[in-house]
């Protein structure tokens, strides 16, 4: 059993910043891809950003449309942590954001919420225009 914690959520004026953070308690979380979901009110909930496990040295990230070229996937193993950097941040990225980890190996998978096998209690990020 895996358990994630997200925190850095909080009101932000658009065109701010917020660093989200999810602390994984399993040391096995270099194993795992990680990704980032949200689900605002009334609203299903959707892809965000992922990254994958080492391969070879690399990772891979995924980014949703919505938020590429704001929004950066990163992670740190040694620390069992992986975090979600968002810039130029919109109303419309108000939502509940959620960490998730996967044990897939394949790149394809990393979108789908059914892919993903632990996830967080999510964080609130509220962008005021």
């Known amino acids: 059993q895996v358990q994630l914690v997200e925190s850095g959520g909080g009101l932000v004026q658009a065109g701010g910043s917020l660093r989200l953070s999810c602390a994984a308690s399993?040391?096995?979380?270099?194993?795992?891809?990680m990704g980032w979901f949200r689900q605002a009110p009334g609203k299903e909930r959707e892809f965000v950003a992922a990254?994958?496990?080492?391969?070879?040295?690399?990772?891979?990230?995924d980014y949703a449309d919505s938020v590429k070229g704001r929004f950066t996937i990163s992670r740190d193993n040694a620390k069992n942590t992986g975090y979600l950097q968002m810039n130029s941040l919109k109303p419309e990225d108000t939502a509940v954001y959620y960490c998730?980890?996967?044990?897939?190996?394949?790149?394809?998978?990393?979108?789908?919420?059914?892919?993903?096998?632990?996830w967080g209690q999510g964080t609130q990020v509220t962008v005021s225009s």
């Open positions: 399993t040391r096995t979380f270099s194993s795992y891809a």
């Open positions: 990254i994958s496990r080492s391969v070879g040295g690399t990772y891979y990230a």
């Open positions: 998730a980890v996967s044990n897939s190996p394949y790149y394809n998978d990393y979108r789908r919420l059914q892919s993903y096998d632990y």
